[in-house]
């Protein structure tokens, strides 16, 4: 965890980097800042707490944009409880914080966000304001779908310009467009066989078989054909390789035949002479009883 103990005089590069300090630190240390004044110039705020005499000032440098703090009144007496949410914990707040690990996964899950939270700063945000998150900050790196749309004749040009690849590497593995290509394709109302390598159209089908196949003559035949080779050539023979047994007594595969024939047992009731149950679990016993 980070130190976000504030002394007077300390400086920061502008009023985005103090906010979201004064921020972190109210979500670290659990309590709920109340923003009194704020603008390009100025940061005046207080603890949310009743009776609380905690109050940080902060002003901008002259002539940069560096911010500093002027003036840290009280100290906190509303026991910084830690709770289940925190009112700074925002949206945007989350996105900031997991961006970087989102830009090296995408696949960043809200349940995982959930527990970063709770682990760094000790509260509990709900799943929806993460998976809200996590949109927001994917839309923010990738661009959103909308965007991504309107890109697509874009995209198709760059593919008609230069060699036909795409970044998921399948139309070059597979000489077919994949589908982030046949989107641009169809957008831009292009012919997607086009775009196909030439081997797979019927024309070359055709070509390919076009010349006639000889098959392998049969095998009493092969005499024959063997006839005038050299001593050379009939000494290459393939053996199968060298199998080796393993240690140990092989198994016994039983047939299912023996099984199937063999007489089913059928149990037998000595008290009631019916079958199907036994005498310790015969209920005969029992309707008698009742009955009377």
């Not at 005089?9 to 921020?23: E, L």
């Not at 304001?129 to 309107?150: D, F, N, P, T, V």
């Not at 169809?186 to 089908?205: C, D, G, H, L, M």
């Not at 023996?258 to 199907?276: D, I, M």
Request: hydrophobic fraction near 30%.
């Amino acid at each position: 965890m980070e130190d976000y103990n504030f002394i007077v005089g300390q400086q920061f590069s502008d009023v985005k980097a103090f906010r979201k300090a004064i921020k972190d630190a109210a979500i670290a240390q659990h309590f709920e800042l109340k923003i009194i004044k704020s603008d390009l110039i100025r940061y005046f705020a207080k603890c949310a707490k009743d009776g609380c005499p905690w109050r940080i000032r902060a002003v901008k440098l002259p002539s940069v944009p560096t911010f500093t703090i002027r003036a840290i009144e009280g100290t906190h007496t509303c026991g910084k409880n830690a709770q289940l949410g925190h009112h700074q914990a925002s949206v945007d707040w989350i996105v900031n914080l997991i961006e970087e690990r989102l830009r090296d996964n995408m696949n960043y899950k809200p349940k995982d966000i959930l527990q970063d939270v709770q682990k760094l700063y000790g509260i509990t945000i709900p799943y929806k304001q993460a998976w809200r998150a996590k949109e927001r900050g994917l839309a923010a790196i990738y661009g959103s779908s909308e965007e991504g749309y309107c890109l697509l004749p874009s995209y198709c040009e760059q593919i008609k310009q230069r060699t036909r690849t795409c970044s998921c590497r399948d139309w070059q593995l597979y000489g077919i467009p994949c589908s982030h290509a046949v989107a641009a394709l169809i957008s831009s109302r292009k012919n997607v066989y086009e775009y196909a390598e030439k081997y797979f159209t019927v024309e070359s089908y055709c070509r390919a078989y076009s010349q006639p196949i000889h098959p392998v003559a049969d095998r009493s035949e092969w005499s024959k054909a063997t006839e005038g080779l050299s001593e050379d050539d009939e000494a290459r023979l393939v053996r199968p390789p060298k199998f080796r047994r393993p240690p140990g007594r092989p198994e016994k595969k039983r047939g299912c035949t023996e099984e199937s024939n063999r007489e089913k047992h059928t149990v037998h009731c000595s008290r009631c002479n019916q079958t199907g149950h036994y005498k310790r679990t015969c209920k005969a016993g029992i309707v008698q009883m009742i009955e009377h």
